[in-house]
């Protein structure tokens, strides 16, 4: 069985990420406010040279 392939980030997606990190909010919190997994909001974070608070 193939693994789905990962949901493509909208700009949209990465602006309210660097928002909400910007405010402070952890990323579990990010995950459920974007409908994301806590992981791929770290990636995406890590990638993008965002800070985020544990």
Same mark, same amino acid.
């Given at each position: 069985?193939?693994? /789905?392939? /990962? ?6 997606? @990465? *602006? *309210?990420? @660097?928002? !909400?990190? *910007?405010?402070?909010?952890? @990323?579990?919190?990010?995950? #459920?406010? !974007?409908? $994301?997994? #806590?992981?791929?909001? $770290? $990636?995406? #974070? $890590?990638?993008?040279?965002? !800070?985020?608070?544990?």
């Amino acid at each position: 069985m193939k693994t /789905p392939k /990962p949901k493509q980030w909208a700009e949209q997606e @990465v *602006r *309210r990420l @660097v928002t !909400l990190a *910007r405010q402070g909010i952890g @990323v579990s919190k990010i995950a #459920a406010e !974007l409908g $994301r997994h #806590a992981g791929s909001v $770290r $990636r995406m #974070a $890590r990638a993008k040279g965002i !800070l985020l608070k544990k």
